[in-house]
């Protein structure tokens, strides 16, 4: 096990416990079974578990058994560079780059609009066809619209495609 892993994961669990204290903070909704706190809970305890893991090694094993056989069927690798090619290491800044286009473009175009730009964004960079990531978009962001407007009732930027519901 490395140094970094440990740190890493004892990094993550301390996220976890400061996502789940936060949460534990938020005042409940009157009238509501499921407060504001549920999600920011459920999530918390899901970086600390994912956290510990990281941190004590566990699946670590697999990681080895699955490279060890790697290296039985393809053989030792060949002129093998330990820097990933710029499309990769650029790949890292889409996350935050889709979150900043989010914010910045969400109340002019509305939720739906920026939402199947993300998904396609997102989709394509990561090797989706264009035949996929198209009804990704598409289909993925109204049922994100009905899950956050109807069940969890969070009011969504409607822009310019207000929904009939």
Known sequence: MHLS?????SFVATLG???AYGGSQLPPVPGQDVGPSA???LIGVGL????????????RSFEEEA???????EGPPQNASTTAPLTSRLRALLPPGLLLFYVVVVDRLGFIPTAAIMI?????AFG????VALPLAAFASIV???IFYKLLRVPLPAGLLPMPW
């Open 5 to 9: 892993d440990r740190i890493t994961g």
């Open 17 to 19: 416990v400061l996502t």
């Open 39 to 41: 999600f920011p809970i």
């Open 48 to 59: 600390i578990l994912c956290g510990l893991m990281i941190a004590l090694g566990i699946g």
């Open 67 to 73: 490279e060890a056989d790697l290296a039985a069927v």
């Open 120 to 124: 396609f964004v997102a989709a394509s």
């Open 128 to 131: 989706a066809r264009l035949r």
């Open 144 to 146: 994100i619209h009905l």
